[in-house]
């Protein structure tokens, strides 16, 4: 065959299926919240990259808000303009959901990283180091814990600005989870805001060492869950043919007739279904901290800076929990018979475990670790309720349990002593005396979690348990309200320990925070209290958001 016969078989073999390649329809302002928070990640690496170093930390703490808070008001946007009801709609050709739960949330999301971008920022907290204001960051986070290298970056001031794009990526990551519509852009979201998560799990100023080790429990753990996630969403094509939630939906409710020919022999077959959801819920599972799939939590908690860990806590938990509702009541109502019971057993045990082994705890970070398993136990018990009031009394308690935890855990970085943030609890003795103000603010916090009346604790505890109870799950609210009662003691015996107990004369100083920390503090007691004492509104904005577009 001569050269020029090869040829054109070569150009027209390309050319006709080029002219059938159909254009992508993306909706970018359905999609401008995420675009948004890219963006700002994108130039907050080029920050990085161009900024001199002594210019980043400005331009980087700049930036992040800027571009958060211009995704927020993108989300009020689109709510205002209807997408979160009459005109919900799948966008992105089929991958992304716009409707009131994925709004809701993504606002929840951008709401909280806002406040815990501040405690990111805060840089009055430590002593200042050879003349240069320090963070809760490693110096340079690259270098070996302890070494020379490490020592020169101390001493000529450097700080790792970098938190701030890493965040922004886990940020973007988290705002397309709850809204992913099929399972391959889950999976990509998935991995876009853990693996930021990680690295930012390694990189504490203090306690190095500690902090690396939790990094590497999480990405081991993690790696492990997004595996089972993948494995499932593999068995679950072979049963529907497709990755789509609606598609999979329709053929769980034996409503679709067409069979691809290289799926005939697997399409519908049940144990693909059930064995593939079961692996796809664990890897959900995981991220919301479930017992059993629960065991990085307190370890991870512990390890990683602060601020960070009240980062992760919260808006890992919103985005988790939007992705399983939507999995649940989108793709698998069909289902609910078969996941009821599993998901009745992981919320009683979860419930039970974290307020049990949180008893034992003598360290602040893992008790609030194993508070957090708790609550995503009591979070579970509304998802098991299988309603639209199961639905908004989730997102109610979300919006209002991320806010406590990031006020929290910035609580928690201002007791410090020569080692820098003194986390167990017996130096926590006495902090009432010593600090009345930062004693009662951290007793209102718990008094959030414990769920007594007049916080948001107690709004949403109620919201999720009546839930619950009108949907058949009566016996799981009893279990849900024995553990809020073991749970309750040991909140109430850190509150009696700081203002009950003598203060120690070698005790620990409370730092004095900048404007940023005591913004995150001040926002985390205000929608704690709004959110005790009039809930009504919110309770409302979360019903109209409950339902979900198919």
Known sequence: MSTTAVHSLWTTAAVEPLNKIPAPHIEYAQLSPVLIVLTAAILSVLVEAFVPRKGRYLSQVFLSVLGLAAAFAAVVGLAAGGYGTTKAQIAAMGAIAVDGP????????????????FTFAERRLDPADHGHKVDSFA????????????????????TTTEVFPLALFAIAGMLVFPAANDLLTLFVALEVFSLPLYLLCAVARRKRLMSQEAAVKYFLLGAFSSAFLLFGIALLYGYAGSVSYATIARVVDGAVVSVDPALADTMGNDALLLIGFALVLAGLLFKVGAVPFHMWTPDVYQGAPTPVTGFMAAATKVAAFGALLRLLYVVLPGLTWDW???MWGVAIVTMLGGAIVAITQTDIKRLLAYSSIAHAGFLLAGVIAATPEGVSSVLFYLGAYSFVTIGAFA??????????EATHLSKWAGLGRRSPLVAAVFAVFLLAFAGIPLTSGF??????????????AGALVVVGVLSSAIAAFFYIRVIVLMFFSEPKADGPTVAVPSALTTLTIT????????LGVAPQYFLDLANQASTFVR
């Open 340 to 342: 009821r019971p599993v």
């Open 459 to 472: 709004s949403g505890k109620f919201a999720v348990f009546k839930a619950a109870a009108d949907g058949g």
């Open 411 to 420: 609580v928690v970085t201002l007791v410090r002593d020569a080692g820098g």
């Open 523 to 530: 926002a985390g007691v205000l929608v704690t209290l709004v």
């Open 102 to 117: 994925a709004l809701f949330l993504q606002g929840t999301i951008l709401l909280a990283s806002i406040v815990a971008i």
């Open 139 to 158: 110096a340079e986070a690259a270098a070996v814990p302890g070494s020379e290298q490490e020592r020169a970056a101390v001493k000529a001031g450097f």
